[in-house]
C-alpha cells in the first residue's frame, strides 16, 4: 500500500487518501477531488502510452502522476542508461572525428579507458548539475521560507525527467547522421522537463524552477569547462608510471 502523502490531485494538487476504491465484483471508482471535484487521477485509466505522450508535452498532470501517484522507482536505472548513451556519443564523436586507415586503431581505442573516462565524465557533470539545483532550492525554499524540502523525492524527479536523454539512442545508432542542433535541441527538452519536474514537486512558480535550473546549467558547464582544460586519461597515466 503506497503512503497516502504521495497521492495528489492531478488537477489541483490538494492531497488524498486514495485514488480508487475498488468495490465487489472488480468495479472501480475513481475518487473524487474534495477541492475542485475532478477525478483525483484520471490517468490511472489511461493507456500508459498515452501518459507518455502527455509527459512528452510536459504537462502537469501527467508529471503529478508520474511523480506523486505511481511507484516507479526506476530513476537510478534510467540514469545510468542515459549516462552509458550519453558517454558513447561523445566517445563516438572524439574517435570519429580522427582519420586512420589502419584497421589496428579500432581495436586499441576499444582496449583505452576513453569510454570510461567519458562515463565519468557525463556523471560528473550530471552530479554537478543536480548538486546545484538541490542546494538552490534548499536555500531559498528550507532556509529562506521556511519550507519544507524532501530530497529523496527532488532527486528522484530530477533524475526520471532526464528521460529525454534517451532520445540519444537515435543518434548513437545513427552515428554521424546528427547535427549539434539536434543534440541542442535535445538538450532544451531535458532543461524543460526537469524545470517542470522542479515545479511539480515543490509546487512552486515558474521563475522559481528556471532560475533553480540554470544555476545547474551553469554548474555543469563549469565543471565541464575545468575538465577540458585539465584533460587525462588512465593511458597517459600507465605511460607516466613506465
Known sequence: MMDKRVFRCVECNEGATELHRDYSNGILKITICESCQKPVDKYIEYDPVIILIDA??????????ILFNTSLDIHWKLCVFCLLCEAYLR??????????????????YTKEWEFYRLFGLAALELSAFC????LFLWVVVARLQGG????????????????????LIPAVIWEHDFSPLCLGLIKLFVLTSNSQAIRVILNSSRRLSLMAVCLGVLSETCV?????????SIQE???DLD
Open 237 to 239: 597515466m600507465l605511460t
Open 148 to 167: 519544507n524540502l524532501e530530497l529523496r523525492l527532488l532527486v528522484r524527479a530530477l533524475l526520471l525527467s532526464c528521460y529525454g536523454k534517451v532520445l
Open 56 to 65: 512528452i508535452l510536459c504537462k502537469t498532470q501527467a508529471f503529478r502522476h
Open 91 to 108: 566517445w563516438s564523436l572524439l574517435h570519429g572525428s580522427e582519420q586512420s586507415s589502419d584497421p589496428a586503431d579500432i581495436i586499441r
Open 131 to 134: 548538486g546545484s539545483v538541490l
Open 224 to 232: 565541464a569547462q575545468v575538465c577540458k582544460k585539465h584533460p587525462w
